[in-house]
């Protein structure tokens, strides 16, 4: 049922009458053990259930039952009707939830069907109720708890914690169909334990699949849970409310009460202020107005001779763009994929005529002669004082560089900060000083690790007073400060050396020790350089080999040692147990006598012999070599006349029990004979069942059984004794009598195969993989925290955004480090965001506290739902228009905009502005290059299109060849509509644009297919061309080449030409030999898999001292760390930026820093109408979206806001995929090709 629906019933879903004795059937009570039980229902209903379940398990009449009953429930004609079934004051009305609870000790058997629904707190109300009333059952009493199998997720932990032998049963069809309803039965435990990883598992298994669990049936079977408690008591008290106590204490409001904002004016109530660390740069007006900070604020023109005084009020709104339309097999439109994007709308009032208007979206400012034509960038620009005020009102700093007040005295380090990073500096201490954790938003190149060492130098011991007091001074109490002895820096492998070198520079009186080893921890030192290669790595995990379980002998799952280590996987395997009498003795003698049965037998029992693996290993041998069979052992001897024992008290006990002498008495007197014919005892057997039987006749009674009824079963019984007497005779002979013995051991077993029932139950659960000797390896940031954790004072993460990804092993690393007990970090990253909302949340919510306050670690689609912004799949389900806000009625709760499914496929790129206002700019130092004193030269974006000769026919050619391909994967994209094979060509697509680079013999045939893992089909092959010729773009980077690095101006230039394919080993052979016979110099090219990360930076130096002019490089190999590639002057993104933002910002970044000297051009070659040009354009927008949150850019944060046009709206469709856009571009009105 809908849960609208469901709320509407307050979640009332009574158990069906015609179940309750099924279910009654898994709950038994010792009748000799209680004078008195207890059934309690906190959820009764009318009670019909409670009361037939209590008659059912008492065996009592219904009249009788509600004796033993106590019940609440809230709604109040189903109480009248509970109050009437259980007369004798059982009933209670009200909120179950607000009754007091006395246990002493409990009721005897808790039945729980609660309302369903979800639940804040617990996740779902099942749980809370569970939760609440468990202390009503007393420890050894049963549960039967009926929910929702949807809903058993949320109880797992409860169930394991604080009941064992749990169990569970789902309802039989059609009942279960209609809410699929599961029965959990379960006995409380006496006190809470941690909950055992087996219990777990297996409850889990339970909830993830409903068609695991057995089908609740009725029957005979053996109860599930056997209450065996001496007594039982239970008390309910109702919780009264004294509301005039409670109006005794409230107290009437202040006039001055800040919390109803008396006591302030009433333009201070628009738009609360949002505390930064440092003051908003002129790019966060955009974000301020898109998050209404600036809304009813007075805004005042720069230049009041021809621009009015007015009032200006932003309204932000996510709307849905649509990128592409689902097809089924006749090409009919069933849904549309769309992506929501950020749309500003900005009102403003004139305050000299009092008229509205409302601006027109723009990025650039528009140059209109008037306030009627302005779009949003002329207001920025037109209003740009008054607005920088006001924002700067709205977003208070903690430190502002500009007021003489804000400054604190710095200590004298060996390097001087300039004059930004001083800023940052005192802004960092600030923030630790309060318990907050900064995070150094800075521009690769601008200096990141000086601040961050100089924060610690400044609270080092020797200087931690004398910081204390600057920061006490300006009104600071620094109670979250304690000084700084020792640090831990954890960077990217190939920046130890660095971090050591800018240690020395920084703090040359500092000891600085990589660490390598546990044993260097406890190396003297003040700095600890750690790579995070070595925080993650423990020694190397290795899969089991075989076929079966080491440790229960299961088969095992499909796939390789190689595949169990890396999914480390567990036994899954379940193994049969017995469930009755009979699969107990075929149990226990398949285990004994394994040598004395034969090879069929010996196949029948192996399944039951799984949950033993010693000895199902060697009962699998005997099978596999086929052995001969044994006779019996004195052991199996033994096993067999405890057996007979067993067996021979069943026939007894049903000898005596008139009413079950057909149904009991036969199955257990044959098996029994067969035994004692095995163990030469036939004779006193059938003498005791003669005897039993004369017993049984006398003490009849003829009232109920008359003697005509009795002779008969009495006669088949004389029968039976005297065909086997004769088979006991033959036992004897020394010829035969050994195989008739092992023949009647082998009917022993049908027999009690043919009545056995089994039951299943998860495996061992034992790991299918372990680690190897070899390398001994201890991951050191697990190690620091257990081990080490009083070692550290402070931590520095360096490149911090590549500990982003959730669940990576350098993730968990880097943030187990940040768990260290009172330790801040200092996080520092040229590029926080990748372009997608997602990438924030792993590290916002390890170092930030207001953003754990917000959102659990589990809740990241909450936090992309609330600040990011999603690809959804609108399917209309009436002729509807697309839907793009809903509207509400005025008096009523209709809606417009129904009709529609929507459902969510991934994200957009893109984080809402109010994101960056209360959880970037709180934290974040934000540092770009232009804020360094030093001046750096001047660096240039030059996107170039390259065009085709109109005298080669080969440029034609390829062009045309490129315009078949896009069309044959179009062709087959849209074949793909409304089939399982849909959206599997899209990366085929993002890699299409690559033909136009790679279309030569030297590279090997370009073919696009489908994924291997869906069958590598080939769609089409393109054409390679003569190794001999050169392409457009080729003789364009040559061209280039020769003009940057040979004239005499830029005789000492150097270039970096950024590759993406240089797995290509062909594509790399060609560029090298073109470039150095037209340069006759040769490239060289970095190759990451000779040349480690740790010894990149000086294999560099040893290649720029080489005299080195040319370097070719994948953008991942140089993105971080490497500070000497100010050598080159001029990048070349040959096949075009990468299509991560993070990898394209931090590889430009790398010739543009802190010791460039000469200016520094990025060049972006593309050809020209094709779909490289649209492939760059997408890149661009996601780096836009990743520069959002520095305030780099007033028009990418006006962008970011949704100050785009709707022409612009329509190309910022780049927020997909890149597959995905690119065939939206290929097929849309953008005419690429």
């Known amino acids: ?13 009574p158990t069906p009458d015609h179940l309750v004795p099924a279910i009654a059937s898994l709950v038994a009570l010792e009748r000799e053990r209680y004078d008195r039980p207890v059934f309690f229902d906190p959820c009764a209903g009318t009670g019909s259930a409670l009361v037939a379940l209590t008659a059912a398990v008492l065996d009592v009449a219904p009249a009788e039952a509600a004796r033993y009953c106590q019940a609440i429930e809230l709604e109040a004609t189903r109480a009248e009707a509970l109050s009437r079934r259980l007369p004798h004051g059982g009933a209670r009305s009200g909120d179950a939830l607000t009754f007091g609870i006395a246990a002493s000790p409990g009721a005897s058997v808790l039945f729980l069907n609660p309302p369903y629904d979800t639940d804040r707190e617990h996740r779902r109300l099942e749980q809370r109720f569970l939760a609440r009333f468990t202390d009503a059952l007393a420890p050894g009493g049963a549960l039967l708890f009926v929910v929702p199998h949807t809903a058993l997720a949320a109880s797992v932990e409860h169930l394991a914690s604080r009941y064992t032998n749990v169990q569970a049963w789902r309802f039989p069809d059609p009942d279960f169909a209609a809410f699929k309803q599961v029965v959990v039965v379960a006995e409380r435990r006496g006190e809470p334990v941690p909950p055992d990883r087996m219990t777990l598992q297996r409850l889990r298994a339970a909830a993830e699949t409903a068609s695991a669990l057995p089908v609740l049936q009725g029957g005979e079977g053996t109860p599930a849970v056997t209450v065996r408690l001496p007594h039982a008591h239970l008390t309910l008290h109702a919780q009264a409310l004294d509301v005039e106590d409670l109006l005794s204490h409230a107290q009437p409001f202040a006039p001055s009460a800040a919390l109803m904002g008396f006591d302030r004016e009433a333009r201070q109530l628009l738009g609360s202020p949002l505390p930064v660390a440092l003051p908003p740069r002129p790019a966060h007006i955009a ?115 500009d007021d003489p007040e804000h400054q604190i005295a710095l200590p004298s380090l060996a390097r001087r900060p300039y004059r930004r990073q001083a800023a940052l500096i005192q802004a960092g201490l600030k923030l630790l000083a309060l318990g907050e954790n900064p995070q150094l938003l800075a521009e690769v190149g601008t200096g990141k690790s000086t601040v961050a060492l100089s924060i610690a130098g400044a609270l080092a011991p020797s200087r931690f007073a004398a910081t204390s007091a600057e920061l006490v001074r300006v009104g600071i109490t620094p109670r979250g400060l304690r000084p700084v002895s020792r640090m831990l820096v954890v960077c990217p492998p190939h920046l130890l050396q660095s971090w050591t070198d800018q240690a020395c520079a920084v703090l040359p009186d500092a000891p600085v020790q990589i660490v390598q080893a546990p044993s260097d921890l406890d190396r003297p030192a003040a700095i600890y350089v750690l790579s995070r290669e070595t925080a993650k790595l423990g020694s190397s995990i290795a899969g089991v080999a075989g076929t079966r379980c080491p440790d229960c002998g299961h088969p095992l799952p499909e796939g390789s040692p190689e595949s169990f280590a890396a999914r480390r996987l567990r036994c899954q395997g379940e193994v049969v147990v017995p469930s009755n009498p009979f699969a ?54 033994v096993a067999l006349q405890d057996a007979l024992a067993q067996v021979a008290g069943l026939v007894e006990a049903n000898f005596l029990r008139l009413s079950n002498w057909e149904h009991r008495f036969w199955e257990p007197f044959r098996v029994a004979a067969h035994l004692a014919l095995v163990l030469d005892a036939f004779e006193p057997f059938a003498a005791r069942c003669r005897e039993l039987a004369a017993r049984r006749v006398a003490e009849a009674d003829p009232r109920l059984y008359l003697q005509p009824r009795l002779d008969p079963i009495n006669e088949l019984l004389e029968k039976q004794l005297t065909e086997l007497a004769p088979l006991a005779e033959r036992l004897h002979d020394a010829d035969s009598g050994e195989d008739l013995r092992c023949g009647f051991l082998g009917r022993v077993l049908e027999m009690l195969l043919s009545g056995a029932t089994w039951a299943t139950k998860p495996g061992c659960g034992a790991a299918l993989h372990t680690t190897t000797p070899e390398p001994r390896r201890y991951p050191l940031a697990r190690y620091i925290l257990s081990r080490k954790r009083r070692l550290i004072d402070l931590v520095i993460l360096d490149e911090a955004h590549e500990f982003s990804t959730s669940g990576s092993a350098q993730q968990k690393a880097a943030h187990r480090l940040v768990q260290l007990p009172r330790v801040p970090v200092i996080a520092l990253t040229g590029s926080l965001m990748g372009g997608y909302a997602s990438s924030l949340f792993a590290n916002a919510w390890a170092l930030s506290r207001r953003f754990r306050s917000q959102f659990d670690l589990d809740e990241k689609p909450s936090f992309v739902t609330r600040y990011g912004y999603r690809k959804l799949l609108v399917t209309p389900t009436t002729a509807k228009p697309l839907p793009g806000t809903r509207s509400y009625g005025r008096q009523s709760d209709r809606t417009d905009g129904d009709g529609f499914e929507i459902r969510q496929l991934g994200e957009a790129p893109g984080v809402l502005p109010l994101y960056i206002l209360e959880h970037i700019l ?49 062709s087959r994209i849209h074949a793909d509509r409304g089939t399982e094979r849909a959206g599997l060509l899209w990366g085929a697509m993002s890699e299409l644009p690559s033909y136009l680079d790679l279309a030569n013999e030297e590279c090997g045939p370009f073919v696009i297919r489908y994924p291997d893992e869906a069958g590598g089909e080939e769609v089409a092959t393109g054409v390679a061309f003569p190794a001999n010729w050169r392409s457009p773009k080729e003789r364009w980077l040559l061209a280039e080449l020769r003009a940057e690095l040979r004239t005499g101006l830029n005789a000492g230039r150097r270039a970096i030409v950024f590759l993406r394919h240089t797995g290509n080993r062909g594509f790399l052979r060609r560029l090298h030999r073109l470039i ?45 760390g490497l500070n000497n590639l100010t050598a080159f002057h001029t990048a070349i993104w040959l096949e075009g930026p990468d299509y991560d933002a993070r990898v394209t910002r931090q590889a430009n970044g790398r010739p543009h820093r802190i010791g460039q000297t000469e200016p520094v051009r990025l060049i972006y070659p ?41 022409e612009d709206r329509l190309h910022a469709t780049a927020a997909l995929a890149i597959g995905q856009a690119l065939y939206r571009a290929a097929t849309g009105s953008g005419g690429a090709r």
């Open 1 to 13: 049922m809908a849960r609208p629906e469901s709320q509407a019933i307050a979640g009332y879903f």
């Open 287 to 401: 974000l301020a107005l898109a998050a209404g900070l600036l809304n009813g604020r007075r805004l005042a023109p720069n230049d009041s001779s021809w621009l009015p005084y007015l009032l200006a009020k932003g309204t932000f709104t996510r709307t849905l763009q649509t990128v592409d339309q689902r097809r089924n097999k006749k090409g009919e439109v069933t849904g549309e994929v769309c992506v929501q994007q950020p749309r500003l709308d900005l009102h403003i009032l004139r305050l000299d005529t009092l008229t509205f208007h409302q601006l027109a979206l723009g990025t650039e400012p528009s140059g209109a002669p008037s306030l009627d034509e302005f779009n949003t960038a002329d207001l920025l620009e037109h209003y740009s004082e008054s607005l920088v005020r006001l924002v700067r009102e709205q977003l208070p700093a903690m430190h502002d560089p």
């Open 584 to 637: 107990r003795l075929a149990r226990d003698l398949g285990l004994v006598l394994q040598r004395s049965l034969s090879d069929s037998l010996r196949e029948r029992l192996l399944p039951y012999l799984e949950a033993h693996p010693a000895a199902h290993r060697r009962a699998l041998q005997l099978y596999r070599q086929d052995s001969p069979t044994d006779p019996i052992s004195p052991s199996g001897r």
């Open 922 to 970: 709180p934290t974040g130092l934000v540092m770009h290059k232009g804020d360094l004193d030093e001046e750096l030269p001047p660096c240039s974006e030059e996107p170039t299109p390259v065009r085709t000769s109109p005298d080669d026919f080969l440029d034609a050619k390829l062009l045309a060849e490129f315009s078949r391909l896009r069309a044959a994967l179009i």
């Open 1076 to 1120: 150095a016979e037209d340069l006759e110099q040769a490239p060289t090219f970095l190759d990451p898999a000779k040349v480690p990360t740790g010894v990149r930076e000086r294999w560099l130096n040893e290649v720029i001292d080489g005299g080195c002019r040319v370097l070719l490089v994948h953008p991942k190999a140089v993105q971080t």
């Open 1166 to 1206: 593309y050809y020209a109408d094709t779909l490289q040009k649209a492939a760059l354009d997408l890149v661009a927008r996601k780096i836009t979206a990743s520069l959002q949150v520095d305030g780099l850019s007033l028009a990418g944060a006006l962008e970011a806001a949704g100050a785009l046009s709707e």
